[in-house]
């Protein structure tokens, strides 16, 4: 049972408390998420391999709006070590409230799990692929441990421990359409797998994970010594450029939509887990974004549980919690019985 929240009701709401103690929950709560408002995708890369002339152009201003966006559009899930990733699983439900008995019950539509070395509708990939000057390494498929490029689809192996800086990311496994404007998938480099995120309006992402000390010594090479992180990101993104030279290279920089589920910030809390939303929602910094000025304490010596929870009202969830399951499908009293 989760015995402490906290709740980021409004921008206003962040900016009263801020000179607040930081405090450690189990459970950080968003209200009111969702607006309307525009993003630009990627149109053309233009000669992506050439020093002088590697450029990306963006295409007019595309509207959304409603509940969750732009979180409501498709997202892939990526993870920094040091992690180990024991069970993964995505969820969507037709209407659901948190705390709302009347709401339908949760369908899980991807998973995998580590120790059986089964899974359903998950592809991992990492950025194992040819390097850009201005778009950084392509999206690969990823080998079995997660970090080194593969051939093909293969599954993240049980031991699975990645170090700091080390990243993957899942998707689902139904692939993209032809790249193109206007299209499913958006303009997406042509030398990566292309596959779709993990898309609704109402959805939960479950986590069961370890994120361990990192044991080895930091140096300068590292830019995220024992940060480890799980986070959401519009799966454009990735398909274009996750890490560009070029702000033009991905739809990032206009506000597509990012959430870090569980984020170590900085390396004086290196036992801290913020959630933070980057849009532009009320803000105009989307570099810091609207952080929860709570934190969930990471747990370096034992197994973690948890996830995230977007509802149909508006309202996001992180949480960790010993109860939580990864069942095929999850009732509404066995998700609200995590929030009592």
Request: aromatic residues 12%; proline residues 3%.
């Amino acid at each position: 049972m989760l015995t402490n929240s906290i709740a980021v009701l409004s921008v206003t709401a962040l900016m009263a408390q801020s000179a607040m103690a930081v405090n450690a929950y189990d459970k950080i709560s968003f209200a009111n998420v969702g607006f309307a408002g525009t993003f630009q995708s990627v149109k053309k890369m233009s000669n992506i391999y050439d020093n002088s002339t590697c450029k990306c152009e963006v295409e007019d201003r595309q509207w959304f709006s409603g509940t969750n966006a732009p979180l409501a559009d498709y997202l892939s899930v990526h993870f920094r070590g040091p992690l180990t990733l024991s069970k993964f699983a995505f969820y969507t439900s037709p209407q659901f409230v948190i705390n709302d008995s009347s709401s339908s019950d949760w369908t899980r539509g991807a998973y995998y799990d580590a120790s059986s070395q089964t899974s359903s509708n998950v592809t991992f990939l990492t950025k194992a692929g040819k390097n850009s000057p201005c778009l950084g390494n392509a999206l690969s498929y990823a080998s079995t441990n997660g970090t080194g490029s593969a051939s093909a689809a293969t599954l993240l192996e049980s031991d699975n421990l990645i170090s700091s800086d080390q990243e993957y990311s899942i998707f689902s496994n139904v692939s993209c359409p032809k790249s193109g404007t206007g299209k499913g998938c958006g303009v997406y480099r042509d030398d990566i797998p292309a596959y779709y995120g993990f898309g609704g309006t109402t959805k939960m992402f479950l986590f069961e994970f370890e994120m361990p000390v990192e044991t080895q010594k930091n140096s300068s090479s590292f830019e995220y010594y024992d940060m480890p992180a799980i986070w959401l990101l519009n799966d454009h993104i990735p398909r274009t450029s996750q890490y560009p030279n070029n702000a033009n290279c991905s739809c990032w920089a206009s506000g597509c939509g990012e959430f870090d589920i569980f984020e170590v910030m900085n390396g004086t809390e290196r036992n801290h887990l913020y959630s933070t939303f980057h849009t532009f929602q009320g803000i105009e910094d989307l570099g810091t974004g609207i952080q929860s000025y709570g934190y969930i304490p990471r747990d370096t010596s034992s197994t973690m549980r948890g996830g995230v929870i977007f509802d149909s009202n508006g309202n996001t969830v992180t949480f960790v919690s010993n109860s939580t399951t990864f069942d095929d499908s999850l009732t509404v009293s066995s998700i609200n019985s995590l929030f009592i």
